[in-house]
C-alpha cells in the first residue's frame, strides 16, 4: 500500500526479491491539465502495471466493494509506505499484521511530513523505521530501526533519495523477519529518551512562508533546504516594483565575519542579514517563472524582500 515514489523502491525490491505480490492499494487517479481532463496514476500504480500486479483505488478504505476485492487477495502480511491512515478493519485482515515504513525514528516525528521536520529542527540524524499498524497514527510496536545521517548541505530531496533506499532494505530485513516467526516488537515506549518528542504535521503553503523575523541565520537555511525543492519555502518579495512570492531553493551562510562583497560579483548576490550572520540566496523562482540561479535572475529585475 503505497503512492509516490518514495514507495515504489520498496515494491520494487520485494518483487526482486521473489515475494509473491498479490496486489497493491494506491490512491485513485488525479486529474490533471488546465481543464483537469487528463487522468495521472501513481508512481506505485505504474510500477505495479509494468510488472502485472492487480491494483486496488480505493476512494474509502471502508467501502465494502473494496473490502471483497482486498479479502480475495488474501494476503497474508500488508505493507504500508507513504499511503494512508488504515481503518482497523483493513489493517487487521492479514494474519500476519500491517506494518508501516517511516521515515523518522520513532517516536521521533510522527506524522505526515518527517524528512522535512528533521531537517527544518536542524537534526545531524534521522532514519527509518518499521512498526505494526494499530489504531493510532505512528504509535505501534517498533520492529526494526536504522540510522541516516543529515549532512550540513543536505536538502530534503537528498534525504528522502537516501532513505528510500534505505527504508526498502529495511522491509525486506522486515518481511523476511516476519516470515521466519523472529520479529520481536517492542512498544515505543522503550524508545522514548529526555529529549522532548517533535512531531511532524502536514506541511501547507502557510507553514512554507519565510518570516525573517523569527529566524537566525541557521534556523533560515535549514528552514529552506528542509522544504527544498518541494513544496519549497517562500517568501514575498517586490519584482520591479511588483509584489509577488519568491521560492527559494538553495541558500548559503557567509561565514561569521565575512563582508557579503567580498569576491562577489556587485549585484549578482541577494543577502539576507540575521542574527549569526548573512544568508545567501542562491537559486529561486519568481512566481509564474523558471527557477534559476539568483544572478540570472537579478540580471532583469530589480528585487527586494518585503
Known amino acids: 500500500m503505497g503512492t509516490p515514489d518514495f514507495a515504489v523502491q520498496s515494491l520494487r525490491r520485494l518483487v526482486e526479491e521473489g515475494f509473491d505480490v498479490v496486489g497493491v492499494v494506491t490512491m485513485p487517479d488525479k486529474p490533471i491539465g488546465r481543464h483537469h481532463d487528463v487522468l495521472q496514476s501513481s508512481p506505485v500504480k505504474k510500477f505495479a502495471q509494468e510488472k502485472g500486479i492487480p491494483v486496488l483505488q480505493p476512494e474509502k478504505l471502508r467501502d465494502e466493494a473494496f473490502l471483497a476485492e482486498l479479502n480475495a487477495l488474501k494476503p497474508d502480511l500488508q505493507i504500508v509506505v507513504a499511503f494512508r491512515m488504515l481503518p482497523q478493519v483493513v489493517w487487521a485482515l492479514p494474519p500476519l499484521g500491517t506494518f508501516n515504513l517511516h521515515a523518522a525514528l520513532l517516536p521521533q516525528y510522527r506524522g505526515a511530513a518527517p524528512i522535512n521536520w528533521a531537517i527544518i529542527n536542524g537534526d545531524t540524524e534521522t532514519g527509518v523505521t518499521t512498526f505494526f499498524l494499530d489504531e493510532q497514527i505512528d504509535t505501534g510496536r517498533i520492529i526494526l530501526q536504522e540510522h541516516t545521517p543529515i549532512a550540513p548541505d543536505d536538502c530534503a530531496e537528498d534525504v528522502h533519495d537516501k532513505m528510500m533506499m534505505q527504508g526498502a532494505e529495511l522491509v525486506i530485513k522486515t518481511v523476511r523477519l516476519i516470515e521466519s516467526g523472529e520479529a520481536k516488537a517492542t512498544d515505543q515506549s522503550q524508545f522514548v529518551t529526555d529529549e522532548p518528542l517533535r512531531p511532524a504535521p502536514k506541511i501547507f503553503k502557510d507553514t512554507c512562508q519565510i518570516r525573517w523575523k523569527e529566524h537566525t541565520l541557521k534556523s533560515a537555511y535549514d528552514f529552506i533546504r528542509g522544504l527544498s525543492p518541494y513544496p519549497a519555502a517562500w517568501t514575498p518579495v517586490l519584482a ?61 529585475t530589480k528585487l527586494s524582500i518585503i
Not at 549585484?267 to 544568508?279: T, V
Not at 519568481?286 to 540580471?299: E, Y
Request: hydrophobic share 35%; aromatic share 4%.
Open 240 to 300: 520591479n516594483g511588483k509584489e509577488t512570492e519568491m521560492k527559494v531553493f538553495r541558500a548559503s551562510m557567509l561565514p561569521e565575519g565575512t563582508h557579503p562583497d567580498q569576491g562577489r560579483e556587485a549585484g549578482s548576490r541577494l543577502h539576507i542579514l540575521l542574527p549569526g550572520g548573512y544568508l545567501s540566496l542562491d537559486e529561486v523562482q519568481l512566481s509564474g517563472k523558471k527557477r534559476m540561479p539568483i544572478a540570472d535572475m537579478l540580471r532583469g
